[in-house]
């Protein structure tokens, strides 16, 4: 018996993908030259550039794998991991158009009207439209399916009631995908088959936007209050009562990718420019040792990507490399942090003292986005028949 | 991996599940050797994998030769299969043929050197030479004036004081003092003790991946089957994820020492990137075998800690082979200083992997 039977397929680059690699390295170095960008630290979740953004999207880098006729580029998805990588790798500030990107353009592919995809898609693409997730609430972190926030039908469309939280960027986002109760209760056993997805116009009519300030310091992250808000009939995503399903293959693809191991790539890059090329022992090992944890990660992680191409649906592997790579991201900031200490943030004069402080302040949010580690781990433990 | 290569590996794993039973590896320990294990394993071609045809080898290719090693790493297989196999390759890199029978190779820490003289007579000790009273040739990489040199050695005509790895396989030290090789040949150019290291690492990185597989398929069985406060422990959250995080670990050794693998079979072993993925693997695996070996323990309970409990032949297993050829920190060190000396902005063309 092989417990578990994970798989993590080896995928070979083609002279195609590395010449796309190469292209998208040799952008981000000159940007970077000329000032274009600053290298943040979880660049993907924290670092908001609409015009480096826009940039993205005159590329040809955002939308990738979509049809052509909705402004995509119809690449292939590992293209789409070459370039989603090196701009992790880099600390570029992706944030504006990551989820729209990620997940809420290709569920709108699958689940939007004609008129939607025409509409919207191209936008997204251009770097241009931006998405934020509609899925936890007050009451409802990691227990989902307890969530509260209601659509109710009425004449011409539906009426949303409730509050989603941490809803990342809001207050610039274009839209929401929301997960909210078209039917049953959160106390019923089957809540799972009343919930259903919607696509909310955020300037549309009662909906507050309020700033949640972070540990960071930073205003990333959003209460989003519907008071009657009114949506149209045709902004319900999919099925009715088909949500559980729709948001759970939503998830997947919010999990499976490379940001969930190189948040803090970027700080290990910039303490090998501060320790040059000829480190101490500690210096070489503790580099040593996060560049082999690297490797390993992002080998499983590549791993998870052929296993998608293969079109089969990696649950339970990309659920063991979250867990893992967020680990990751936090060990690595702190293994460095006892080389090359933190340092008063007004005088953090380079790359990495800056990096550093953002990594460290921002990394408990790693473990917990997009599923905690504890619910990733149950995922595992039920593939290992444990549960 | 074409399935003929698949038919080896499936060989070599019914002869490890049919007669590598832990009764088996419990006289091994205790001095008996298995030799009908060896035999069937000699018979099926699978101890000189590494050897080319020509050189009476099995001419298997090394990465399938490497997948075999996991395999042997997962079942414990107490006899010198692996070091037969590096052996094989070693005196492969001279062109010298290989013999039958169990062999291992020397030195296999870092600061030994073994010397050759004008007369052709070694000279040295080498320390913690597995499973060398069992074997019946020792390949050597010893120094002579004009450079390294690969010569094979009948483990009779030396000395050896017997001692045993922390697994309770023999570690054995071998005096060389006035022995004459069987053979002796110029090693390559720029051939050397830190190739044959890495060789060695490579090989116990792809064993401890193995190994861990085998304590999380044992610690996933046990917590099914125990039950305490009414219910098997499996149920207990603390458990489940222990276990998710044990999977998680040998996972991510099984990523590193197949790209290890990879890299060790696209270069005869050779080469600078060979070398780094080496490194890299061996640090990861090292790392893995702690974290896991730690947790297969806490779940097996008091039993794990029992002689009679197998759990040991893997765990044990995993501290040794994290040690041998270098242990997390050695190589760590190692490949910090690859990476630093690119400089910072090919740090992540560097994990990626230089074309």
New interface residues.
């Given amino acids: 018996?092989?417990?578990?039977g994970?798989r993590?397929p080896?995928i070979d680059f083609s002279p195609e993908l590395?010449a796309l690699?190469q292209e998208v390295?040799a952008f981000l170095?000159s940007e970077r030259a000329s000032g274009g960008f600053k290298p943040v630290a979880d660049g993907w979740a924290f670092g908001v550039d609409l015009e480096f953004s826009r940039k993205l999207g005159k590329r040809g880098w955002l939308g990738m794998t979509w049809p052509k006729q909705y402004g995509g580029h119809e690449r292939s998805s590992m293209e789409r991991y070459v370039v989603t990588?090196?701009l992790l790798?880099?600390g570029a500030p992706v944030s504006a158009h990551w989820v729209a990107d990620r997940q809420s353009g290709p569920m709108l592919l699958k689940n939007g009207t004609e008129q939607q995809k025409l509409d919207i898609l191209p936008r997204i693409a251009a770097g241009e439209c931006y998405f934020a997730i509609g899925m936890s609430e007050p009451d409802s972190g990691s227990d989902l399916a307890s969530l509260r926030t209601t659509a109710t039908k009425v004449e011409g469309g539906w009426k949303i009631n409730g509050r989603k939280i941490w809803s990342s960027g809001a207050h610039f986002c274009h839209y929401m995908i929301a997960t909210v109760r078209t039917g049953g209760t959160r106390d019923e056993k089957n809540r799972h088959e009343g919930l259903s997805q919607f696509l909310i116009d955020l300037k549309g009519p009662g909906i507050q936007i309020r700033g949640i300030r972070n540990m960071a310091g930073d205003e990333h992250f959003n209460e989003t209050v519907f008071d009657d808000a009114f949506v149209a009939e045709d902004c319900l995503l999919g099925k009715e009562g088909e949500g559980w399903h729709q948001v759970t293959s939503e998830l997947g693809l919010e999990r499976s990718g490379p940001e969930r191991f190189l948040s803090s790539?970027i700080t290990?890059?910039?303490a090998?420019?501060r320790?040059?090329?000829?480190?101490d022992?500690r210096?070489?090992?503790?580099?040593?040792?996060n560049?082999?944890?690297?490797?390993?990660?992002?080998?499983?992680s590549l791993?998870v990507s052929a296993l998608l191409q293969e079109g089969e649906s990696p649950v339970v592997e990309a659920a063991?490399v979250k867990?893992?790579g967020t680990k990751f991201e936090s060990t690595l900031l702190n293994d460095v942090r006892q080389l090359m200490p933190t340092e008063a943030l007004g005088q953090s004069t380079d790359d990495y003292a800056r990096t550093l402080a953002e990594g460290l302040l921002r990394v408990p949010s790693s473990t917990i986005r997009g599923g905690t580690n504890?619910v990733?781990?149950?995922i595992?433990?039920r593939q290992?028949?444990?549960? | 991996m074409n399935s003929e290569d698949n038919l080896i590996v499936d060989a070599a794993v019914r002869i490890f599940q049919d007669m590598v039973v832990p009764s088996l590896i419990n006289e091994a320990e205790a001095g008996v050797w298995p030799s009908a294990l060896w035999e069937t394993l000699e018979e099926n071609g699978l101890t000189l994998a590494w050897g080319s045809d020509a050189l009476g080898g099995a001419g298997i290719a090394m990465g399938d030769g490497f997948a075999l090693l996991k395999e042997a790493g997962r079942h414990s297989v107490p006899v010198p299969l692996a070091e037969t196999m590096l052996a094989a390759w070693l005196l492969g890199n001279a062109g010298i043929e290989f013999p039958m029978g169990p062999m291992t190779i020397a030195p296999t820490q870092i600061n030994t050197k073994i010397k050759v003289g004008a007369d052709g007579a070694l000279t040295g000790t080498a320390r913690y030479v597995p499973f060398a009273r069992r074997t019946e040739h020792v390949a050597v990489l010893a120094n002579s004036d004009a450079g390294k040199v690969i010569a094979l050695v009948r483990t009779a005509d030396c000395a050896i004081r017997e001692n045993q790895s922390i697994a309770g396989e023999p570690a054995d030290e071998v005096s060389f003092d006035g022995v004459k090789p069987t053979k002796s040949v110029r090693a390559p150019e720029g051939f050397d003790e830190q190739a044959l290291f890495a060789m060695g690492a490579a090989i116990r990185s792809v064993q401890i991946a193995g190994g861990l597989q085998k304590i999380l398929d044992q610690s996933v069985q046990y917590s099914v089957e125990r039950s305490q406060f009414g219910r098997p422990i499996a149920k207990f959250q603390a458990i489940q994820h222990g276990l998710a995080q044990l999977a998680g670990e040998a996972a991510a050794a099984g990523a590193a020492a197949d790209a290890a693998a990879e890299a060790m079979a696209a270069t005869n072993g050779l080469g600078m990137i060979a070398r780094a993925e080496v490194a890299a693997a061996k640090t990861r695996t090292g790392e893995a075998a702690t974290i896991g070996t730690a947790i297969a323990h806490q779940t097996h309970g008091a039993m794990g800690f029992t002689y009679e409990h197998s759990l040991h032949h893997a765990t044990r297993r995993l501290w040794a082979w994290r040690d041998e050829f270098g242990n997390e920190s050695y190589w760590a060190i190692e490949l910090g200083r690859m990476v630093a000396a690119e400089g910072a902005d090919m740090l992540w063309p560097f994990v990626t992997g230089k074309e």
């Avoid at chain 1, 320790?275 to 480190?279: A, D, R, S, T």
């Avoid at chain 1, 290992?384 to 549960?387: A, P, Q, S």
């Fill in positions: 018996m092989a417990a578990g994970f993590f080896r590395k690699q390295r170095a990588e090196e790798a880099a790539a290990l890059t910039e090998v420019r320790m040059g090329e000829n480190p022992a210096e070489a090992e503790a580099l040593g040792k560049v082999a944890r690297l490797k390993a990660m992002r080998r499983m791993g063991l867990d893992l504890e990733l781990r149950g595992v433990a290992l028949g444990l549960r």
